[in-house]
């Protein structure tokens, strides 16, 4: 099961409102969340309803509830979980350095306020948090300032808050505390090829730096595809000499630079050394004794996509079947089917073959 979490990681000077405010009765245009024994009221800018908050939560609770996990910081004490159940909300309370801290997340597909001020806000502002889409709020309440963000996760499905409360807030920057306290574990991580296994990493600042993480033996080379703007980069574990002078590969991993990093964009694999990876600046192509296969660059220059593939497969009385599909250029999502006649669609494959061979063999560099 995915394991996903979020870490309240704060620092000292700052006060979170989730139970400083105790009373309905707080002056000011607002109020932070108030505990579940309190009565419904509304008083000062604050409605309670009285939900039924379950105290006493467990860590397993709050996954079992939420699918997350709370982290909580070193150093925290009397830490203590609440679950509102009904609205899969996930509470956790704990003082640090005495002061005291609150944080909360749920499921959800939208950006919610989940932190539980009610009150007019004097700021808020539309931003992004760690590349999420996130909001932050201020508002003064009596002689109390309070500041708030939430912020919501695509990949986990989760909607987080975080917010605080003290006298003095001026300069005080919510950003960097949250930015800090939400630190998301994700599945294991799955390198998707060597050289991630290598860095324990899948994003990289550059080439170079990808590139430092090969091993004696490994090779690397640049290409370029049309529809990607700028240099495309191969890998792999190891090369063999094709005898016409390449340092030739029968499998090879591809990375791009897309949104300032160094992205795996696809890999390819041949069926042996009689068909080593090639390109022809349009496509990618590779083989086997009984099939071809072509990629490109798909629309947005983030990864590439199979074009044609075809492969035949033989009967006990060597009758062909051959199998896969067309695309009628680099620009097509949708896919053609292959001829119904055999003889068809083994011409097709065997102009696949004439284009892979009139296509450059990829030439590696090899790390010493």
Not at 69 to 89: C, H, M, N, Q, W
Not at 196 to 220: R, V
Not at 245 to 272: K, L, M, P, Q, R
Not at 332 to 343: G, N, R, V, W
């Amino acid at each position: 099961m995915r394991r996903r979490a979020i870490a309240s990681i704060l620092t000292a000077g700052v006060l979170t409102a989730s139970m400083i405010m105790t009373s309905c009765g707080a002056a000011g245009s607002g109020s932070a969340p108030a505990p579940a024994s309190e009565e419904a009221s509304e008083e000062g800018g604050f409605v309670n309803m009285g939900n039924p908050w379950t105290d006493d939560a467990t860590e397993e609770d709050v996954y079992a509830l939420v699918n997350a996990y709370f982290i909580v910081p070193d150093g925290a004490t009397g830490v203590i979980y609440r679950l509102l159940p009904s609205e899969k909300l996930a509470e956790m309370q704990f003082d640090l350095d005495g002061l005291h801290f609150n944080a909360r997340m749920k499921p959800s597909d939208t950006l919610e306020d989940i932190s539980g001020v009610q009150g007019e806000w004097d700021s808020d502002l539309e931003d992004e948090l760690n590349g999420s889409e996130a909001r932050f709020r201020a508002m003064e309440d009596g002689d109390e300032m309070i500041h708030s963000v939430i912020w919501i996760d695509q990949v986990t499905g989760l909607v987080y808050s975080l917010t605080t409360e003290d006298k003095d807030l001026d300069g005080f920057d919510i950003t960097a505390v949250a930015g800090s306290m939400y630190q998301p574990e994700y599945e294991e991580f799955m390198p998707g090829s060597f050289v991630e296994e290598n860095a324990a990493k899948s994003d990289f600042e550059s080439f170079d730096e990808l590139i430092s993480y090969l091993e004696q033996g490994n090779a690397y080379t640049y290409f370029e595809l049309e529809g990607f703007d700028g240099k495309l980069l191969a890998v792999t574990e190891e090369t063999y000499d094709d005898l016409e002078g390449h340092n030739a590969a029968i499998d090879a991993t591809f990375y791009g630079e897309v949104n300032g990093n160094v992205h795996f964009i696809g890999n390819a694999f041949s069926g042996g050394t009689a068909y080593p990876i090639r390109t022809d600046g349009t496509l990618v192509y590779y083989g086997g004794n009984h099939s071809c296969e072509t990629e490109f660059m798909n629309n947005d220059g983030t990864g590439l996509m199979i074009k044609d593939t075809i492969w035949v497969d033989y009967d006990e009385n060597g009758n062909e079947t051959y199998s896969g599909f067309l695309r009628n250029d680099n620009e097509s999502f949708d896919t053609i089917d292959l001829p119904e006649d055999p003889e068809e669609a083994g011409k097709l494959l065997d102009q696949m073959f004439a284009d892979y061979e009139k296509a450059e063999v990829m030439n590696f560099t090899i790390v010493e």
